[in-house]
């Protein structure tokens, strides 16, 4: 009954700003926090960005920040992962999770803290 929809992958130019959206469906989208996670082929799925509840606090990992902004629009069940300048290693499936559970120390960034996922969208950057 739940699903996260992720949209807005493919190919892009490296320096290119790609959207990324997740809409959710068949939860109440303002009690999840929001993350972001992305695979590259033969490696492990990576923390990218997380977001709370209603916005108030994003988290990235070091490898995106500056390049990656998360935002989520509660109105909309959806969260977003703005990239820009994008490099050939941000090639990934990128992939949407929530987490019901609260933060107290910050953001999960374990897989397994994670209650939904989608089923993930590749992003391509070619040089």
């Known amino acids: 009954q739940v699903q996260l929809v992720e949209s807005g992958g493919g190919l892009v130019q490296a320096g290119g700003s790609p959207r990324l959206s997740c809409a959710a469906s068949?939860?109440?989208?303002?009690?999840?926090?929001m993350g972001w996670f992305r695979q590259a082929p033969g490696k492990e799925r990576e923390f990218v960005a997380a977001?709370?509840?209603?916005?108030?606090?994003?988290y990235y990992a070091d490898s995106v920040k500056g390049r990656c902004t998360i935002s989520r629009d509660n109105a909309k069940n959806t969260v977003y992962l703005q990239m820009n300048s994008l490099k050939p290693e941000d090639t990934a499936v990128y992939y949407c999770?929530?987490?019901?559970?609260?933060?107290?120390?910050?953001?999960?960034?374990?897989?397994?803290?994670?209650?939904?996922w989608g089923q993930g969208t590749q992003v391509t950057v070619s040089s």
């Open positions: 999770a929530a987490d019901r559970s609260a933060w107290y120390h910050g953001p999960e960034t374990d897989l397994f803290g994670y209650d939904y």
């Open positions: 068949g939860l109440t989208f303002s009690n999840y926090h």
């Open positions: 977001i709370t509840w209603s916005g108030g606090r994003t």
